[in-house]
């Protein structure tokens, strides 16, 4: 039977991650997000702050001092610390993830290297990166003609690998010190039997951030250009199996709760809207009274409340299958182009109610339309996540107690 019933723990967490949110994220985040070099715009205090608080380190296993959290709980506090800023969230959650995908795919003796980089360092934030100028969706649909896929190289020498290539729009590029990255091992063979990943820090020669995108919303994260220039990564930071990275990047997704927590985290965005624009329907008198009090304003804060709570359950319940050992790959990846477009139409709906006090760049909701817009593009497209959903549909076939004989006959034009 599906359980929501927070344990006293996730109760436990999640204040921890509010009062974060509120006292710590919040007070600078709309600043922060308007400072034009994109460079400046992250706060380091807030990592420093996470640390003590025990947040950054969530998915850093029992063993390793961490709080080893599963999926669900991970959506419910980066949906908190979202709530006070986007960009702040996707710095953790990217490190969050990414710690999951390295506890799972590495073998004990790398996990006894890599786990107290990440672990110890009270600064230490991660990366994942796949994407490249010329390869985007490819590695997450996945195509898998040898003319796709990504085209940074790794060519083995000795005991060592050589990368070579161009990484782009990597969040926490330029911030992370801790870096998953995917080359081919051979670009005439199919990306699916050619990827592979490796671990790296940000210190190793060859290795720099070349560029911090300006971007629309998620403006106090930095999402960078990475170049590897003769990258020299010895053979024993190659993780999980030679060749079988693609398969791992869409593990990370669904399996290992990627769609999920990034869904949570722009959910945090709508819920903030959705309390600003309360408040403020409740305050703002026009027609003689609050405009909470026009039905018509009351049904559009009764639609966000409901859309907020649909998206946030569908999260959730996406996270309990995978805490039962049964993960549904289909629902990972809806649940998040429902939650992305869920943030942008409760924004939208608050951007209509505040009208042109929220078109001013003085008051929070402008950021909050620019910050619901990322997820329509990152952690997949929302339209490669259905394209994907849509191939695990399944099919109801003859036999099939479902199966309606008059469809059949319809389908046929009888
Ligand atoms: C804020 C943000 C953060 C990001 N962070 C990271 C990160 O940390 N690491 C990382 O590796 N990447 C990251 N990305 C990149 C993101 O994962 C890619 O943008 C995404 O995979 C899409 O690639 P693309 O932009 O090159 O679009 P393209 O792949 O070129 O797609 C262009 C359009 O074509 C559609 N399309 C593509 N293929 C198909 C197909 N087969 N069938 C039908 N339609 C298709 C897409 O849906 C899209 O509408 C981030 C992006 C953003 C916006």
């Known amino acids: 039977m599906v359980d929501f019933t927070l344990t006293p723990r996730q109760k436990e967490l999640r204040e921890n991650a509010l009062e974060f949110a509120i006292k710590h994220v919040m007070p600078s985040a709309e600043r922060n997000d308007r400072v034009p070099d994109v460079e400046r715009a992250f706060d380091w205090e807030l990592v420093r702050e996470a640390s003590r608080r025990g947040l950054r380190t969530l998915t850093v296993p029992k063993d390793w001092g ?45 996990r006894k290297r890599w786990m107290p ?15 490249e100028p010329l390869s985007g969706s490819d590695s997450i649909l996945p195509y898998n003609g040898s003319d796709g896929g990504v085209r940074m190289t790794a ?12 990484k782009r729009y990597i969040s926490n590029g330029g911030l992370a010190n801790v870096i998953y990255v995917m080359a081919r091992t051979d670009t005439r063979l199919p990306p699916s039997e050619s990827t592979v ?23 106090t994260v930095q999402n960078g250009t990475l170049v590897f220039d003769n990258v020299e990564i010895p053979d024993e930071d190659l993780v999980g199996s030679r060749g079988g990275a693609l398969a791992e990047l869409g593990a990370l997704l669904t399996r290992f709760g990627s ?29 003689g009274k609050p405009i909470f009090e026009h039905q018509i304003q009351q049904q559009r804060l009764a639609r966000m409340s409901m859309k907020i709570d649909a998206a946030r359950y569908y999260l959730w319940y996406s996270g309990w299958t995978a ?48 910050d619901a817009q990322s997820f329509i593009h990152s952690d997949g497209t929302n339209d490669v996540l259905t ?27 009888r």
């Open 387 to 413: 394209l994907k959903a849509a191939g695990r549909l399944g099919n109801i076939e003859k036999g099939d107690p479902r199966y309606s004989k008059r469809v059949e006959e319809a389908a046929a034009g």
């Open 259 to 287: 769609n999920i927590q990034a869904g949570a985290t722009v959910l945090g965005v709508a819920q903030r809207a959705y309390d600003i624009t309360l408040q403020y329907a409740r305050q703002r008198i026009q027609g």
């Open 117 to 131: 980089k990440v672990a110890e360092d009270p600064t230490c934030l991660l990366a994942a990166a796949a994407t």
């Open 197 to 219: 990943g490796f671990l790296l820090t940000s210190d190793t020669k060859g290795y720099s951030c070349t560029e911090v995108w300006d971007k629309l919303g998620q403006r």
């Open 155 to 166: 060519v083995k020498k000795g005991d060592r690998w050589i990368l070579n290539g161009e």
């Open 66 to 110: 961490g709080e080893g959290a599963d999926v669900m709980t991970l959506s419910m506090i980066g949906e908190t610390v979202a709530y006070g800023d986007l960009g702040v969230a996707v710095a953790f959650d990217q490190t969050w993830k990414i710690m999951t995908m390295i506890a799972n795919l590495t073998t004990p003796e790398q």
């Open 323 to 370: 805490q039962q050992g049964q993960p549904d790959a289909r629902v990972a990846s809806l649940c998040k182009v429902h939650a992305a477009e869920c943030a942008v139409e409760v924004v939208t709906q608050a951007f209509e109610l505040w009208a042109a006090t929220g078109y001013m760049r003085k008051n929070p909701i402008e950021k909050l339309l620019r």
